[in-house]
């Protein structure tokens, strides 16, 4: 096969294998500002607020760019009021959000962790009892530099009962994981279309109460501007990425037919579950306790042995179909493997069969 029409099935943390259901929706062209494109962008803003369990106090605001666009506009829109925002740090992600606050000049404090150890909601009660200049917090759900779960139900509930605001990078669990604004009486969350939603990249969105949107940002990033445009016309303010929009409502139907995010959620767990045994079984290592471990994407220690390449390992995997994905973790030499995507079970075990092949075959010629 040559290299286009070969089938790659990427284990990464996103962009994701969609389905040929969401990569059909993309073969239509949109006029931008045509009554059927403005209904199509209302379809997902509707989807999106429907599964965070929003009310009308509610905005959903999708923009152009990948996640990071919207986490930067959520801090920028949600993170300029009065006090500080402190930032829980336990991965590259929560690093990023303090790289965005200082780059932007919004008061705040980061609170680091070691990359492998969750939030602890008693000590965030503690110092959020000690400091009451910390107006808000902000927090990554799924670190997906580990592909650690911070508890962010008890965060959440510490954070309500101290009168705070939530801010959430809910980029790699949105759409599987529950992130309900309501229930978890959060601020703001940002995530994309290109993760769990299993859509295709192009866009990142905020879903946030909509007094909260008290800062500005730069223009293009600006929610309360584009909140006004999608309330008055529901047009986009600049050129939408049409065929992305389109991609992202065929996936929110195929969430729902799947069974909505708790089906979903069951199919990624299976996921971790045969490959993270099945890795075990081949002698692998995983970085993280199984209780602290997402099912989104499993970071393994790269093996000591000899015949351990990592760029070996990687392409004899690629030429069998598989994209596996570089490690980000500080301390340590590992690499990753995505759970999510139009991935299953089966998938899973077929690559543990590549797996066992490449291990193979760099023991034989290393
Ligand atoms: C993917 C991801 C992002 C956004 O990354 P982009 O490359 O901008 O799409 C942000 N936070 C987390 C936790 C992510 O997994």
Not at 19 to 25: E, F, K, M, P, Y
Not at 183 to 195: D, E
Request: charged share 20%; aromatic share 6%; glycine share 10%.
């Amino acid at each position: 096969m040559t290299h286009t029409s070969r089938k790659t099935l990427l284990l990464t943390p996103g962009p994701l294998t969609v389905s040929d259901r969401v990569r059909g929706a993309m073969m239509r062209d949109w006029g931008a500002r045509d009554p059927a494109f403005v209904a199509l962008t209302r379809r997902v803003i509707d989807g999106l607020l429907r599964i965070s369990g929003a009310d009308a106090r509610h905005a959903a605001i999708p923009l152009q760019g990948s996640g990071t666009f919207a986490v930067e506009a959520m801090l920028r829109a949600c993170g300029a009021g009065p006090g500080k925002t402190l930032i829980l740090v336990n991965g590259a992600y929560g690093r990023r959000m303090a790289d965005i606050c200082r780059t932007a000049g919004l008061a705040h404090d980061v609170h680091e962790m070691p990359e492998d150890q969750p939030v602890d909601p008693a000590a965030l009660r503690a110092l959020l009892g000690a400091r009451s200049d910390l107006s808000r917090v902000a927090v990554v759900h799924c670190e997906t530099t580990s592909g650690l779960l911070n508890p962010i139900e008890q965060i959440a509930g510490t954070c309500h009962a101290a009168g705070r605001a939530l801010l959430i990078d809910a980029m790699s669990s949105f759409g599987a994981l529950p992130v309900d604004i309501n229930a978890l009486n959060a601020t703001a969350i940002a995530a994309s279309s290109n993760k769990c939603l299993q859509g295709v990249p192009g866009i990142g969105f905020v879903l946030c109460r909509r007094d909260a949107l008290v800062g500005g940002g730069p223009v293009v990033l600006d929610l309360a501007a584009q909140l006004r445009g999608f309330d008055t016309d529901g047009q986009w303010r600049f050129t939408p990425p049409t065929h992305v929009v389109a991609a992202l409502a065929e996936a929110l139907d195929e969430l729902a037919d799947e069974g909505g995010s708790a089906a979903r959620l069951a199919r990624y767990r299976r996921n971790v579950a045969v490959l993270s045994q099945g890795m075990r079984a081949l002698g692998f290592v995983t970085l993280l306790p199984d209780a602290v471990q997402a099912p989104i994407i499993v970071s393994f220690r790269e093996p000591e042995e000899a015949w351990f390449d990592f760029q070996r390992f990687y392409d004899g995997l690629d030429q069998r179909g598989f994209m596996i994905y570089a490690g980000k973790m500080r301390a340590l030499r590992s690499f990753r493997v995505g759970a999510i995507g139009q991935v299953f079970p089966e998938d899973m075990e077929r690559f543990l069969e590549a797996v066992k092949a490449v291990i193979a075959e760099l023991r034989a010629t290393g």
